[in-house]
């Protein structure tokens, strides 16, 4: 049995995608290609909040990886996906942008409990958002750009792999696929999903060995 956990924010979760997000995409990759009929048993968990910020969801990280830790796993990997609501000066779950001090720290413990734990982990980037949509909320590229290398400077120090998605986006038409502020439409997270996939299987993050047909 494998287990893929992602956890994260409403992006993670896959607010406004009418197919569920990337998660849910990556779940049903997993699920055509090695479980249905196939004889797989990998299970993927989004475990992504709308707003969630850094600085909460380590206090929920620790209890969400053990309680589906099982004897049984092949493989365990853990997929961070968080950080863009902690850049937003008044973001609506805490009402303040996360200092920095604290924004790394939340990642550095999210990373060593992963790592205490076995497991395969991987972090994925911030990507840039949309300001004219937003509504009062303070969302700047500038400030996400700045968080979303805090993260960097995180994973290089412990040695996590990071999938970079900022720049690229940026000089994409991915904000023109932003149905408010921050949230991608379909298009926008089949997008995601892609270069999540291969981010993945890039770093052996997801070890799916090669599955066995089931007949009948």
Same mark, same amino acid.
């Given at each position: ?7 994260? @924010?409403? $992006? ?17 990759? $997993? ?17 992504? /909040?709308?707003?969630?910020?850094? /600085?909460?969801?380590? *206090?929920?990280?620790? #209890? ?26 008044? #973001?609506? %779950? *805490?009402? %303040?942008? *996360? ?10 413990? %999210? ?20 300001? $004219? ?5 303070? !969302? *700047? ?25 900022? @720049? ?8 023109? %696929? ?14 995601? !999903? ?11 993050? /997801? ?10």
């Amino acid at each position: 049995m494998g287990k893929i956990i992602v956890i994260g @924010d409403s $992006i993670a979760y896959g607010k406004w995608d009418s197919e569920g997000g990337w998660v849910y995409r990556l779940r049903k990759h $997993i699920d055509t290609n090695y479980n249905i009929g196939k004889g797989g048993n990998y299970q993927v968990y989004n475990l992504g /909040i709308p707003g969630e910020v850094a /600085i909460h969801q380590v *206090t929920r990280f620790e #209890n969400e990886i053990s309680i589906r830790l099982t004897q049984d796993d092949t493989t365990y990997s853990v997929i961070i996906a968080v950080g863009i609501n902690d850049s937003c000066p008044n #973001n609506w %779950m *805490t009402q %303040m942008q *996360t200092p920095e001090q604290l924004y790394k720290e939340a990642f550095e413990k %999210m990373i060593d409990i992963a790592k205490q734990k076995g497991c395969n982990i991987g972090v994925i980037g911030l990507t840039p958002v949309k300001p $004219i949509k937003s509504k009062k909320l303070l !969302f *700047t590229n500038e400030e996400v750009r700045k968080y979303d290398g805090y993260i960097t400077e995180v994973c290089k120090a412990k040695e996590v792999p990071k999938l970079e998605l900022f @720049d690229d986006l940026s000089q994409s038409n991915y904000v023109d %696929m932003l149905v408010d502020v921050v949230h991608p439409n379909d298009e926008g997270h089949t997008i995601l !999903f892609n270069n999540i996939l291969q981010f993945l299987e890039l770093y052996s993050i /997801i070890k799916i060995p090669e599955a066995v047909e089931v007949e009948g």
